[in-house]
């Protein structure tokens, strides 16, 4: 049963540290995006890629988060550092050529900044 | 820039009864279309999409979508809700050119009354 991955679900982490969140994409998948998901702006895109190639990442603050795909089996998201405006979802979606297909997500992992 | 509006972020209905999500989308190009439907603390999954063809498309659990070029909306409906319906329902737009963003709607909660 093929899936989006995403690990950790879960993330309590304090103001100013690091946090690295990772997705697998579903095998063969060539776009990757990430979301994050507040109660306040609903589903944000962050960032995505096709190709392992970044496409777009004008939603992401720039100063602390970054997106990376080192390989076509593993997307990150990065934030350094950490502040408590960070709480989220942040959901990983994976695609073939997400033109008109359906875009398939993870569970996501609860990010909570005290 | 293709950007969707979902009127109402909570409906509320009766078992049995009609089932009305309202989405309304802005394209400069032909748009593909699509529903989402999010479970508590899962990811999102498709219910249905739009691409060409019969403007009227149908997904799962008995949804149906139609979508209105001259009203520039793709309305979710479903004849007779279930109380397993009650769930969050995203409305997603992807222009057919540029970078095919995919951009969601801010949600509309569904509430299944007894």
């Known amino acids: 049963d093929a899936r989006v991955t995403q690990t950790p679900r879960h993330k309590v982490t304090e103001m100013g540290q690091e946090v690295t969140m990772r997705c697998q994409p579903i095998l063969g998948h060539n776009t990757v995006f990430w979301y994050r998901q507040t109660m306040m702006q609903g589903l944000e895109l962050l960032a995505y890629?096709?190709?392992?190639?970044?496409?777009?990442d004008s939603g992401m603050p720039k100063d602390r988060f970054s997106a990376e795909m080192p390989d076509a089996t593993l997307a990150t998201l990065k934030i350094q550092p950490s502040e408590p405006r960070d709480s989220a979802v942040y959901f990983c979606a994976s695609g073939l050529n997400l033109i008109n297909t359906e875009a398939f997500f993870g569970q996501g992992t609860r990010l909570t900044v005290v | 820039a293709q950007s969707v509006t979902q009127l109402g972020s909570h409906v509320s209905v009766s078992e049995g009864a009609l089932v009305l999500l309202r989405c309304n989308y802005s394209s400069s190009v032909p748009p593909y279309l699509f529903w989402y439907v999010q479970y508590p603390n899962q990811g999102l999954q498709l219910l249905l999409k739009?691409?060409?063809?019969?403007?009227l498309v149908k997904g799962i659990n008995g949804f149906e979508a139609e979508f209105k070029k001259s009203e520039t909306s793709f309305h979710l409906t479903k004849p007779s809700a279930h109380m397993s319906d009650a769930a969050e329902y995203f409305c997603a737009v992807s222009e057919a050119s540029g970078t095919y963003k995919y951009i969601f709607g801010t949600g509309t909660r569904l509430k299944v009354l007894a």
């Open positions: 890629f096709r190709n392992r190639a970044p496409l777009d």
């Open positions: 739009y691409t060409t063809g019969a403007t």
